[in-house]
């Protein structure tokens, strides 16, 4: 999961595009980087590993000059984690073009091919957002053209949506002339634009992957990008949207609204916070309807995600909500952690239980997800350790069976504690005295009802059904052996970082 923004406006870029991106930080915490361009045509890129704050510093700043722009936070769900996978990418033919990508390409083992095969085109590193980056390249330059227009970005983006498979929204900046985004055809991974207004009358827009990133800054929301569509922005301001895909859906992606959006944003016309408010309910509802007679003390929700569906979930069952979990906000999200040492060491770093509210009570314990189960077992643990009497344990989500295909790093089906196992398996393994899932249909109706036009959603992580109707058993076993811990440790071990990226690349390019 990455975090993508573009900014077009009449004054400098840099600091709007840096404040965008610490809004975001919650998507990707591996890397950061940010590309502008001047009016003279020149480009200049600051990006590394790690968190905004540590990777731009007021020397990086203010040499970002110019006053369009993109922007990315990453973690990493194919290749590695070396800086010289981070965002944006660039290619100077045609024009000179730079991308920032949130998703995930099926299909780019095909691509890859093809590109090096067909279009002549190069790949440096082992990122789908390379290949998407040079697919929609290759798309401009077969049109032929001295100087481009909105037309021809919305023709090879067609193209894009005919080549490219999986889930993707993406901005890009074609140098001197604008700021494209777009977003796949089944719509599986957010994307938004807005507008404010300057003090002196100018108008300036941004594309986001949250509408969070807008409010935060003053831009009014227009919409979201729809599935398929592709909006431009020229360096002048002027806005031109487009429907590219021949034949959009619209499966939004659940795990968004469980887990990593974050709930004071907006999604596709549904608010996040109101969608896990409902979740909560529905799982009241489910705890009243199977275990009536429950001898629930307190419910504490494991920060931060889980604490608005607990705090619903408690209003509903008539028990008190407390927090028992104080957080280590310097410690980054344990479920994107890089390997399974890391996560089991983190989850005592980042969370300490405050001993009075568990002490001889009987204790629900919420969370958004259990997705490999280290962390809950971990917790639950913790909470013993504390004094509770009992513990159960409640997730907002349905169990998580498969692995997420579409730009989530879910681990390998075998790594997943709820593949293969029931409920009361599950719940023997992490150590709850009793363990309750969401139903997927409850989940999906929390989320439907904000926008009841929603008429699908990307669930494959719950049942297995991957929306693009392109993944099979032999793409599933091929992540299973890139994505297990053992495989990631052994990758990042051969890990040599050469890049040290920084200030201006000389490049003067006239459209």
């Not at 200049?44 to 990315?72: A, E, P, S, W």
């Not at 095909?110 to 998407?132: A, P, Q, V, Y």
């Not at 599986?188 to 990133?213: C, F, H, N, W």
């Not at 398996?425 to 363990?435: N, S």
Request: a negative charge; charged letters at 25%.
């Amino acid at each position: 999961m990455c975090g993508i923004v573009g900014i077009v406006s009449g004054k400098p870029v840099n600091q709007a595009i840096y404040d965008a991106l610490t809004v975001l930080q919650h998507r990707g915490q591996d890397a950061a980087g940010i590309m502008t361009c001047d009016d003279e045509g020149r480009l200049y890129l600051r990006k590394d590993n790690g968190l905004v704050r540590d990777v731009f510093h007021t020397r990086h700043m203010v040499r970002l000059r110019g006053n369009i722009g993109i922007g990315h936070v990453r973690y990493p769900t194919a290749g590695c984690s070396s800086s010289a996978e981070a965002q944006p990418f660039y290619v100077n033919s045609p024009y000179g073009i730079s991308l920032a990508h949130n998703g995930n390409l099926t299909n780019a083992a095909e691509l890859k091919r093809d590109l090096f095969r067909e279009d002549l085109r190069h790949i440096n590193t082992d990122s789908d957002s390379e290949i998407l980056l040079n697919v929609f390249a290759h798309e401009i330059q077969r049109q032929g053209k001295l100087r481009v227009n909105e037309d021809d970005v919305f023709e090879a983006i067609a193209r894009v949506h005919q080549r490219c498979r999986g889930g993707y929204a993406a901005v890009a900046m074609i140098t001197g002339y604008c700021i494209v985004g777009f977003r796949d055809p089944y719509g599986i991974r957010p994307l938004v634009y807005g507008k404010r207004e300057t003090d002196d009358g100018q108008v300036e827009y941004m594309i986001a992957s949250e509408s969070v990133a807008l409010d935060t800054q003053g831009f009014e929301l227009i919409r979201d990008v729809a599935p398929g569509e592709a909006v431009v922005i020229d360096k002048e301001g002027n806005l031109f949207t487009r429907q590219c895909a021949s034949n959009p859906g619209h499966a939004p992606c659940l795990f968004e609204f469980v887990y990593f959006a974050r709930p004071d944003t907006i999604i596709d016309e549904v608010s996040v916070y109101k969608a896990r408010l409902r979740m909560g309910k529905t799982l009241a509802s489910k705890i009243t309807r199977e275990r009536p007679d429950h001898d629930i003390d307190v419910v504490i929700p494991i920060p931060d995600t889980s604490r608005t569906a607990a705090l619903s979930l408690a209003y509903r069952l008539g028990v008190n909500y407390q927090e028992g979990f104080i957080k280590n906000r310097y410690i980054g999200r344990t479920f994107i952690m890089p390997g399974q040492t890391q996560r089991k060491k983190s989850v005592r770093q980042k969370l300490n239980a405050i001993e009075l509210e568990f002490k001889g009570k009987n204790v629900l314990l919420v969370d958004d997800s259990i997705v490999r189960g280290t962390t809950s077992q971990q917790i639950i643990q913790m909470a013993r350790d504390a004094g509770a009497n009992k513990v159960y344990f409640a997730s907002a989500a349905p169990p998580v069976r498969y692995p997420n295909v579409y730009g989530i790093d879910m681990p390998s089906a075998e790594e997943l504690i709820a593949h293969g196992r029931s409920e009361e398996e599950v719940a023997a393994a992490i150590g709850a005295d009793w363990l309750v899932y969401q139903d997927l249909d409850d989940l999906k109706q929390a989320v439907r009802k904000g926008n009841d036009s929603i008429t699908d959603f990307d669930s494959s992580v719950f049942d297995g059904y991957y929306v693009t109707g392109d993944v099979d058993q032999g793409y599933l076993d091929h992540l299973q052996q890139v994505r297990n811990d053992n495989a990631k440790a052994k990758r990042e071990s051969a890990i040599l970082d050469l890049s040290e990226s920084g200030g201006p690349i000389d490049i003067h390019n006239s459209r």
